[in-house]
């Protein structure tokens, strides 16, 4: 029956005289009226216990799976010689007769090993006048303060290894001495997360004698005993060590051990607020596993969208500073490239797709690669961003022929070039086209800045446009930058960092500086111009001459 159930017992007792069982007198031996004047003993105790609110069945199912429903009965029909259940119209009656010569000093048959256990924790955890009466009225009144503290603490946590770190935290020393955290493995196995101890001299040593003894993942909602580690206390008191499973979404993610030196009691009150932490552990190792899983899968995507490194030149520096504003991603609109067609040329890019979201990442992809083929195959720089252009163009058009006017089709600005070393003197001979791009820039060894393309029409509004692509030669000393809108449009208040020729006034600044450190002038002047954070992904491209 329930906690707070209204019952009623009734108790009796049956006697004999002492010795009838051996010498098998017979009541109507015993005297004349049936009495016996001489010693008796207690031959059984008959006990009725009245439930007024019959509302279950009654089961004497022993599976271990029931959650102890049903316990009551299957203790008295491993204790009881005789019992049953009786059922009145308004009442339910268990009764049952316990014969005390016939009881062994442990059950056994049909009550199994696993309720062995919830009976040893139902003792542990009811109170005693051993108990600390103390630490009971202060965790009545304060048990639900702690478990807000333990859910805004473990909430927003994205590391499993954290979260069991933090729970450790949070038992000791205000619920136990020591604690132990176990999760659950890919395997069906369980690690051990984290050890914390009231003492940290002792952590090793407790880590390791409890690595030996797993705990099993099992679908339990409270607590069961666990044997005393001899690290956790050299002070031979001992005490009482009770494992809850971590138990979200009905599946174990591992077990919380928690130990008490001094006498093996624990109250009520922190056994059910053990069970209510470990659940909410056990949802916060959940929340961080899917994190865990998501980011995996983004991140072993993202690697494909961008080039793992730069190809090197002969003849040319060259630098790149990537940041993506998107929090967790490697990859955001912006992307670039530089790689070899044969034969002593290369090709080089920097482009930004519309929008910030991952549709936009997944163009990024599709683009350079299609540049790369299309570039392998011949192409120059002009057929390179016409062929392209094409193909924004008609993915749009199927975009928006699928969707109806909901759906938004993909722009695309890009500056793609094509480079030809001179091994001999130094330098390189250039050929480049900007599609909607913010113009390139070359600074002479001299400080004069200047444009080296005309920026056209953006990729994928119109199929027909034609490009043309500019050509120069980049002498030794001299450095092309290349920036996506994120510095370009950089803003402080109202102004934009390139009003009245700002990034041709930074990068004028940068004489005499190799590749790399004009990459880094430019980012660091992007976040300096304004107090607030950049809200946009930042590319910078350079490249820089030297002699053969």
Known sequence: ????????????VETEPVGAARSGRSDSESGEDGEDSGPVAVAAVLVEVTDRQPTGRVTGDSSARRGGRGLGLQIIGALAESWGVTYRRTEKVVWFRLAPGEMVARPSGSLNEAMHRELDAAEIFSPSPRADRRRTAEWNDRGGAFLAEASELLSGQLDEDMVAALAGQLLVPRL????????????????LSRVWHVDERKVDALRFALEADPPPAMLRTVGIPWPWPDAADDSGRRGSALAFSMVAGGSCHGSLIIGRAGPTEMTDSVARTVEDVARRVAQAVVTARQYTRQTSISRALQRRQLPPSLASLPGVETAIVYEPHARGQTVGGDFYDLFPMGGNRWSFLLGDVQGKDPEAMSVTGLTRHLVRLLAREGHGVESVLSRLNAAMAEEGAEAVAVGGESAQPRFLSLVYGELEPDLAAGGAHCSIAS???PSPLKLSPDGVV??????????GIDEGTEFTAYAFDLEPGESLLCVTDGVTERRSGQRQLDDDDGLAEILAGCVGMGAMAVAERVRQSAHDFGPEPVEDDLAILVLHAVTG
């Open 450 to 459: 200047v444009s080296v393309v005309e920026s056209q029409m953006l990729l």
């Open 1 to 12: 029956m329930h906690a707070g159930t209204q019952i009623e017992v009734a108790c009796g």
């Open 176 to 191: 136990a001495d020591w604690c132990a955290v176990w999760l659950t493995t890919e395997g069906g196995g369980m690690r």
């Open 435 to 437: 599609a909607g791009h």
